[in-house]
């Protein structure tokens, strides 16, 4: 059954803010909670207030399934219910990651069981999230970052199932889980809009690579599209995926995303002479939307420390332009737009936020980082003129993306 996907963009504005939500298991094997970590479940209404200078409207966030299901097929929402209300209380909208990196401690992609656990846990939600809220605009990510996790994962180890040269195994086992329990949120809820949330990247073979090493950069540039090809049914057919569960594209784009195969290389984006081999991401996003025709969204960005402004401005020019060749671009998220700490060593926090942490006062205390503020609000001036109707409007009669303040 197909489902076709409106025009109308379901978000309540154009710049999102992203809260770090990770429950998973970290390298060491200890599980590793960042909602209160960070300080956002404490802070949260202080931190939807912090939103409003700056017009963003909507935020992802994340239900935490380890913590949600603690007892198979038993759900605890109550975390989830003070967020909601916190939301409406501040006029946020709520974009929700039902599996983000974490599973519960009985659960891996490996598992016999796991898409069935997961599907039952979407249908747990949309009951749950129904009786809140029976009338809003529900977008949810199922799963987040198949491609990442299943590397992480499945071939480096760095968390369940905590294998080596399983990455296949580990992303065939999630979209199982992601295709069923995309199946279940829409019979649940056929209204429901899904976003898919996957890195984009840009794998490049040496200079003067040999006709071998060019065939085996593009293979591993085009696996990038494996998670979001299986979803549509292009590919694994036999998982039940097909174009009707194709509705908002997500990529998810770092200072880090290009790199060259097989080695730790990174191409810079600030090089004094840039390599030839780095792609603008309006290139690739103009290539992803073309894979997918569908409308998209950059789910994920930001930059540590003191360039972050100067990435900012790089990621407003790069999506301006995409706005002015017409493509269907819904928004663009800061994430995290709170610090956060490495996963594997607490200690170690990114400076990546429109937030940092001053971890001498409680909570951690937000301390907002001028030049990151500054830069985007040129960043929405920016974005803003862009739209069809120059008012920060996508096209006409379309609900209403934030304004620069």
């Known amino acids: 059954m197909a489902f076709p996907t409106p025009v109308t963009p379901p978000f309540r504005s154009f710049w999102w803010g992203g809260y770090e939500c990770t429950d998973q298991l970290n390298a060491f094997g200890h599980r590793v909670d960042f909602l209160p970590l960070t300080g956002h479940l404490q802070l949260i209404n202080e931190d939807y207030a912090a939103l409003a200078p700056f017009s963003v409207r909507t935020v992802r966030e994340g239900i935490r399934w380890a913590q949600i299901e603690k007892t198979p097929y038993q759900y605890d929402f109550s975390t989830v219910q003070l967020m909601l209300e916190a939301g409406q209380r501040h006029g946020i909208q709520q974009v929700w990651d039902l599996c983000h990196f974490g599973y519960p401690d009985d659960l891996t992609p490996l598992h016999p069981l796991f898409a069935q656990r997961f599907a039952a ?82 794998i490049v073979p040496p200079l003067n690579a040999s006709a071998r090493e060019r065939s085996w950069a593009r293979e591993a540039h085009r696996n990038q599209f494996q998670a979001t090809d299986m979803l549509s049914g292009r590919m694994c057919p036999e998982l039940g995926g097909h174009e ?106 990114h400076q990546s936020g429109l937030w940092d942490a001053d971890l001498s006062r409680p909570g951690p205390a937000r301390v907002l980082h001028q030049p990151s503020a500054e830069a985007l609000r040129q960043a929405q001036a920016l974005t803003t003129a862009a739209m069809p109707d120059g008012r920060g409007q996508p096209a006409a009669g379309s609900l209403a993306l934030g304004r620069v303040s």
């Not at 071939?155 to 992601?178: F, I, S």
């Not at 200072?255 to 603008?280: A, C, E, F, H, S």
């Not at 290139?283 to 939307?289: F, G, S």
Request: charged fraction near 20%; proline fraction near 8%.
């Open 244 to 349: 009707g569960l194709l509705d908002i594209v997500g990529f998810n784009y770092y200072y880090d995303n290009q790199w060259q195969n097989g080695t730790p290389n990174k191409l810079g984006w600030r090089d004094d002479v840039p390599d030839p081999r780095w792609v603008p991401l309006r290139t690739l996003l103009r290539a992803a939307h073309r894979r997918y025709n569908r409308p998209f969204a950059l789910t994920e960005t930001s930059h540590p420390g003191v360039d972050r402004p100067a990435w900012l401005r790089m990621i407003a020019e790069e999506c301006t332009a995409v706005l002015r060749m017409g493509l269907p671009l819904q928004g663009i998220c800061l994430y995290p737009i709170i610090d956060r700490p490495d996963w594997d060593h607490l200690d170690q926090w």
């Open 121 to 202: 846990l979407c249908r747990a939600f949309v009951a749950f999230y129904r009786s809140q809220r029976p009338d809003d605009v529900l977008v949810v990510t199922p799963i987040n970052e198949v491609s990442f996790i299943s590397w992480l994962g499945g071939d480096a180890r760095g968390t369940a199932p905590y294998c080596n040269h399983q990455g296949w195994e580990v992303k065939y086992g999630l979209m199982r889980a992601y295709i069923e329990g995309a199946h279940a949120l829409r019979e649940a809820d056929p209204s429901i809009r899904m976003l898919t949330t996957e890195p984009l990247v840009n």
